[in-house]
């Protein structure tokens, strides 16, 4: 397994694809929530990869300062299906928020956390803050990691 950080500009057009894929595959798909997945937001974006034998197999993406929110922030994170319950997600994480400490070094990151996920968030340090709303129809929270 290799992680890559790509920034829109280089992403290749089979890795652009790629990415939309499986963020479709999962985020409409799978969680049955049709909304505008692919966005501006992709374009001032840091892409995070996962490779496992030319497939990806997850995903994250960091956004910098001031785009989504006053601090970088992390989001449109993803695991395969078939490559669920084999700690990917938290592997994907630890390094996510690596990369978007080296890009930013700010003190904060932000998340948007899906809120069946409060309890893998909180494990990698996050701490929630305010009350849950949803987002797309689906119960999210604000998240911070210090």
Request: aromatic share 14%.
């Amino acid at each position: 397994m290799t992680f890559y950080t790509i920034p829109f500009s280089q992403l290749t057009t089979q890795q652009l694809f790629n990415i939309y894929k499986l963020r479709a595959q999962v985020f409409i798909v799978e969680q049955n929530c049709a909304y505008q997945d692919i966005d501006e937001h992709d374009l001032v974006g840091y892409h995070i990869l996962l490779i496992e034998n030319n497939e990806l197999i997850a995903y994250a993406r960091i956004l910098p300062p001031n785009t989504n929110y006053q601090q970088p922030s992390i989001g449109r994170v993803v695991v395969h299906p078939s490559y669920r319950a084999k700690n990917i997600g938290k592997q994907l994480m630890v390094y996510t928020i690596e990369q978007t400490q080296l890009l930013f070094k700010q003190q904060q990151i932000v998340i948007s956390a899906q809120s069946y996920l409060l309890k893998f968030y909180i494990n990698l340090g996050f701490k929630a803050n305010g009350n849950e709303y949803l987002e797309d129809n689906i119960p999210h929270t604000k998240m911070y990691l210090s």
